[in-house]
């Protein structure tokens, strides 16, 4: 399988999710589940082997299901 490219953004996001859902007790399976994602999405988004990346509709879906807004997943400044 081709490894996927990760932009810093990308990185960014992932690496702010994973940071949030720890920070909360919420297991990647479980966040895949509230988000209505297959139960491996989320390990292979936050796997530095096999990627898959988040997109704007994740984005939204967890920024929904953690009580936040889309823009508390995405940094400040541009990177």
Not at 61 to 70: D, E, F, G, Q, T
């Amino acid at each position: 399988m081709e490894k996927v490219f990760i932009t810093t953004i990308e990185q960014y996001v992932i690496d702010r999710v994973r940071e949030l859902r720890v920070a909360r007790n919420i297991s990647q399976r479980e966040l895949a589940d509230m988000i209505d994602l297959s139960g491996g999405f989320i390990g292979k988004v936050e796997s530095s082997g096999k990627r898959a990346k988040y997109n704007l509709e994740h984005i939204n879906r967890i920024a929904k299901v953690l009580n936040l807004s889309p823009k508390d997943l995405l940094p400040e400044q541009p990177l």
